[in-house]
């Protein structure tokens, strides 16, 4: 426990370390925002439910991938700059891209990072068997996937069209909410086969 939550003080660390020339330090607030829940709701988890080095390196593993995003405001990760100074070629050129597509990384990532996480939960707290944690936990990552696309929709009725543009890093692109959830639940498919194949690998071998 002592390494877990040495990471999540780090982590938390990192949240105000990211301020430090940033480009963007008045958007950057309203990114943090979720990033300070997510750390309480980990340290919590670590102290009170132990879960397993799976799902603690899966949940930290995305907080970073958030973080990432939000020292840019997702809009403007430079990973072109970072792969043209240690390969000398740009992403978005040899792909094509027109758009800077660090979200859609992200958002793929919460479907392939939350299934163990909320299969883990759903085996533990309902008693479910893996495959059925495994099928269950797809519904709740496009759940709280659509949850979040909700919020910001009213980040973006709420705030200044700047603000809310920063912040929901939609770019011009009128189906970006179908989009994530898409590329999500894609992530989450492909993660809860896998999930499933590691946690019903035990019952397996003991029912041999």
């Known amino acids: 426990m002592k390494t877990r939550l040495v990471i999540i003080i780090l982590t938390a660390i ?11 330090p008045e958007e950057l607030i309203l990114q943090h925002i979720p990033t300070l829940v997510a750390v309480a709701l980990i340290a919590f988890a670590v102290v009170r439910l132990s879960p397993t080095t799976l799902s603690f390196t899966c949940a930290i593993g995305f907080l970073w991938l958030h973080l990432i995003g939000a020292r840019w405001i997702y809009s403007f990760v430079p990973y072109d700059a970072a792969s043209e100074s240690l390969l000398g070629v740009s992403i978005s050129e040899i792909f094509g891209w027109q758009r800077n597509h660090y979200d859609r990384l992200v958002h793929f990532a919460s479907g392939v990072l939350g299934v163990p996480m909320f299969s883990e939960w759903l085996q533990r707290s309902c008693g479910l068997k893996p495959l059925a944690a495994a099928l269950l936990a797809i519904s709740c990552v496009l759940a709280v996937g659509a949850i979040y696309e909700v919020i ?57």
Request: proline share 7%.
């Open 14 to 24: 990192a949240i105000p370390a990211s301020f430090v020339d940033a480009p963007y």
């Open 152 to 208: 910001e929709w009213q980040i973006a009725i709420t705030f200044s069209p700047q603000m809310a543009e920063s912040y929901n890093g939609q770019q011009g692109d009128v189906w970006d909410p179908q989009k994530d959830l898409a590329l999500a639940g894609l992530g989450a498919m492909i993660s809860a086969a896998f999930c499933y194949r590691w946690s019903a690998l035990p019952a397996r071998r003991a029912a041999n």
